[in-house]
């Protein structure tokens, strides 16, 4: 599939999907939209585009499923709401139809243009006092927005009440703080471009959460430096600070955000940037431990396979030649779904995944059995500041392996490894 990246134009008569908040990104500042259930997208950046159509074969099991690139544009659905459209790109017929758009938005629900008519004046408005109070409804959401930005930022750990019923992607569409700011800063900004551009690229990506029903999620900023070659002094000196000021400078890893479902209190946690900067080591090993605890206990069984993929990254990782991955995140993902109760007598190919930990707590003729031990996912995502030799038209080009990122991943599998082996006295 070839994502025609220089075409601009849409087809005429091509099927739209309604892009929607992605519910569980944690970390970031640019927005990832959900376009089904297996596939995201985020605006593209011509260096994450490069990134994704060359990097090395060894590295794609690390990274996000590259699927190409749509078309974005803002329509109006049948109650007048800003929806934002994404179609193909003119002269790559195959980008929305080799994906599976079955579970997304019917296209009977938005606005067709050919067949609808606006109808001022049934706001009993002149156009003139319509656009007016358009403006001023625009500048109170985005007064509104800041507002809530600064309570984002002062309630950097959050807990929430899941309902025992119900989807919870649902749920979290009005639960996940981080995931609704990016959303509305981003339609915000491109709202206000839109009188001067309503086409925007975004590339596809593969939605990693999508195998598991109650996604934990931690995301994990990467290395000792965070700014790009081509920053500012401004921008480099802002990002050195943070660093300094974190436990980046330490061990070469911060925490970004966190999502973890807390099976004991049927509670999602989310604990944002904010907080994780201003962790220490000792802080940020806590912050690492909690995530892998559901409330009542350890989930052991998730430390080995963890460990295994990062040893893993780390060997791919000091294989590249000329790679810099600034400002990059590490992902790692599990189900937090609650074990299920399965009876001590039954089948030994059933319980022999019984950790020792989970028959140690078990009572009376139950025990609960790991589901989906080795399902542990580790990825690494955000590339729009990566360079390599490879890029003809970097001013900068670096040799050997990314050190500060390798440091990183030293230290995450020295913590977990910590974690594992005083969670087993």
């Known amino acids: 599939m070839s994502p025609a990246f220089r075409a601009m134009e849409v087809e005429p008569r091509a099927k739209g999907v309604l892009l929607e908040p992605f519910v569980h990104q944690v970390g970031g500042h640019s927005c990832v939209l959900h376009f089904n259930e297996t596939t995201l997208c985020k605006p593209l950046i011509p260096r994450e585009h490069q990134f994704y159509e060359t990097l090395p074969a060894e590295m794609r099991k690390f990274t996000p499923q590259y699927k190409g690139v749509v078309s974005a544009r803002f329509e109006e659905d049948e109650d007048r709401n800003l929806c934002l459209i994404a179609y193909p790109l003119k002269g790559d017929h195959g980008t929305l139809d080799s994906v599976d758009n079955s579970d997304c938005e019917p296209k009977s629900k938005l606005l067709r243009w050919t067949n609808k008519k606006h109808h001022v004046l049934e706001t009993e408005k002149s156009p003139k006092d319509w656009v007016r109070q358009h403006r001023k409804e625009e500048k109170m959401k985005s007064h509104k927005l800041g507002e809530e930005f600064e309570w984002l930022k002062k309630s950097e750990v959050l807990y929430y009440n899941v309902e025992k019923k119900g989807n919870v992607s649902s749920q979290l569409k009005h639960y996940n703080p981080w995931s609704v700011k990016c959303h509305q800063q981003q339609l915000q900004r491109m709202k206000e471009n839109a009188k001067h551009r309503n086409q925007y690229k975004f590339i596809l990506l593969e939605n990693l959460t999508s195998r598991y029903e109650m996604p934990c999620v931690l995301d994990l900023k990467m290395g000792t430096r965070q700014h790009g070659d081509d920053a500012s002094e401004e921008k480099a000196a802002n990002q050195i600070r943070k660093c300094q000021q974190s436990t980046s ?8 955000g966190m999502q973890v479902y807390q099976a004991g209190s049927g509670q999602l946690m989310f604990m944002n940037k904010y907080h994780g900067r201003k962790l220490s080591v000792q802080g940020f090993k806590e912050a690492l431990y909690q995530f892998f605890h559901n409330g009542r206990y350890l989930r052991r069984e998730l430390l080995g396979p963890v460990l295994k993929k990062l040893t893993e990254l ?42 020792e930990e989970s028959a140690d707590e078990s009572a009376g003729a139950y025990a609960f059995k790991p589901i989906g031990a080795s399902s542990v996912d580790v990825r690494m995502i955000d590339f729009a500041h990566t360079t390599c030799r490879l890029y003809g038209e970097d001013s900068v080009v670096h040799e050997g392996q990314d050190a500060g990122y390798i440091f990183g991943l030293q230290s995450l599998i020295d913590i977990v490894t910590e974690i594992n082996e005083e969670s087993g006295e």
């Open 249 to 256: 400078a330490v061990i070469g890893v911060r925490v970004c």
């Open 314 to 355: 780390k060997a791919v990782l000091e294989r590249q030649e000329s790679y810099r991955f600034y400002s990059s995140s590490l992902l790692v993902i599990y189900d937090g779904k609650e074990r299920p109760e399965v009876a001590l007598d039954s089948d030994a190919e059933d319980l022999e995944d019984l950790s």
